[in-house]
């Protein structure tokens, strides 16, 4: 809920008209949704998820490293339920902005997810390795925090922080195409709230688009489970 909320939020801040943060660019894009992952983890941390798992790639990708699938289904199950919850505070959120704002595109945008060249395949390829960093890049930064300090591993409660910036990364190097949601409730929870939610002058929710974003991030977690458990992770 607080990494979509967030997430979503900043780009809901960007793209809709009359926000103070209209035009801001995808930078602050960018930038809102690291560190929305950021607090996402450490709200989870709090709440008594050590794991603190918001995305599925991460789940199934752990599952596939670990070879226990236990926890999947309620796993997933919550991070639906706390994207769908989260996108629908959005809309609260910015509730006079969708009127004032007539592009449905934008208001799209604000929940789901959109190549900006519309090529199936090339759009897959964009997800599935993007979220392939992402699993590499999250098990990487765990690697180096079982590391002594002294000698180059890093502090504990230093992950969440660059979890958000490795999210940050990928973004900005990785996400001009298909907008990186590299997490298919992210974008499947909010593609729904938007579906049903009664957004004045709404558009498409697209989902002829949407199986990319939900495939494309399952299918980079197992290979790269699979990678790093060929390397003995």
Known sequence: ??????????VANVVLKKTKGEGGGWIVITAGWGFAVMIGIFTANAFGSAAA????AVTVAFAVLRNDYSMVVPYISAQFIGAFIGAVLVWL???PHWKVTEDPGSKLACFATNPAIRSSGSN??????ATLLLIVGIVAIGY?????PDKGGIPSGITPYLVGLLV???GLSLGGTTGY????????GP?????ILPIPNKGSSDWGYGWIPVVAPILGAIIGGLILRAFSF
């Open 124 to 129: 897959f390829i964009s997800e599935f390795i």
């Open 168 to 170: 940050w990364s990928i």
């Open 93 to 95: 959120q910015y509730f």
């Open 53 to 56: 798992h918001l995305n599925p």
């Open 144 to 148: 180096a925090g079982t590391s002594d």
């Open 1 to 10: 809920m607080v990494i979509i909320l967030l997430g979503n939020g900043v």
């Open 191 to 195: 593609r729904l709230a938007y579906s």
């Open 181 to 188: 949601a590299i997490n298919p409730v992210r974008d499947l």
